[in-house]
């Protein structure tokens, strides 16, 4: 009775420890690239266009990282925090969403169509890790 027991016990004790230790490594130990929280932002409607505010940070992201938008006309107000290196705004599936570079500081802004619904991932065209989604819906 006793041998059908203990490693019952045993096999217990050993899930639990795993789980402790596949729950402590999830947080780093991820293959996904290390990303920065995604912030979702909504438009603004300036006279029909969907209009967004979006910074390029010192930490190499862009803030908000998440574009919700509809099919039509967007303006992204691109403005790069003061101390960041440079960065630019550019959807590279889309015709003309390009900024030029922005130093710290500086704003620019580029209108653009977005078309049907997809998602479409913008970038810096300097900092590859630096990324984010315009959703259209
Ligand atoms: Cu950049």
Known sequence: MTMTVRPRLLGVALAVAAGGTAAGLAGCGDSAPPKAPVTVAAPTIHDGVQVFDVRGTTKLTFAPSELDAAPGRITVNFH??????????????????????????????????????????????????????????
């Open 80 to 137: 790069v925090d003061q101390q960041s290196p440079p960065h630019d705004f550019i959807v590279p599936s889309i015709a003309g969403a390009k900024t030029p570079v922005v130093s710290a500081g500086a704003s620019t802004s580029v209108s653009f169509r977005a078309p049907s619904a997809g998602s479409y991932q913008f970038v810096c065209s300097i900092h590859t890790n630096m990324q984010g989604i315009l959703k259209v819906r």
